[in-house]
């Protein structure tokens, strides 16, 4: 995590709803640049079963509310850079719905590695704390 930064997000009434239920996933979610706009790809927030025919697409692009300057700062500097931007959190502030954004580096293949061994460990842990 290089930097974090706090913006707002365009959003339909069925959707408010749905997240005011705490029915959101961020897990493959990522934040895009186009056309010197910011959007949220890959949020899943679930319909709404009070909406019926006037629900929304969960999985639609929903487009990030944040300055100029801060699209330039922010966004354009993970896209020169080669890092991505990360949702980290989404909640309300005084009525209104807000995503954290993070700027984030990959990992080096090392790194993966790493991670992988030190997960199949704790794996191998918890199967033998399980046996006995």
């Known amino acids: ?3 974090t930064l706090e913006c707002g997000i365009a959003l339909v009434g069925s959707e ?5 239920d705490g ?5 493959e979610a990522y934040g895009r640049v186009k056309d010197s ?3 949220l790809i890959g949020c899943d927030i ?6 019926n025919r006037f629900n929304h697409v969960p999985r639609r692009p929903r487009k990030l509310l944040m300055h100029r300057r801060e699209i330039k700062r922010f966004a354009l500097r993970a896209y020169q850079q080669g890092l991505t931007l990360v949702p980290l959190r989404m909640y309300f502030k005084r ?3 807000k995503v954290l ?5 990959g990992r080096q293949r090392h790194d993966k590695r790493e991670a992988m061994k030190s997960a199949e460990a704790r794996r191998d842990i918890a ?4 046996k006995r």
């Open 1 to 3: 995590m290089l930097d």
């Open 16 to 20: 408010v709803k749905s997240l005011r």
């Open 23 to 27: 029915k959101v996933s961020l897990a």
């Open 37 to 39: 706009e910011v959007w």
């Open 46 to 51: 679930a319909e709404y079963n009070e909406a």
């Open 95 to 97: 009525g209104r719905a």
């Open 101 to 105: 954004m993070g700027i984030c580096r």
């Open 127 to 130: 199967r033998q704390m399980y």
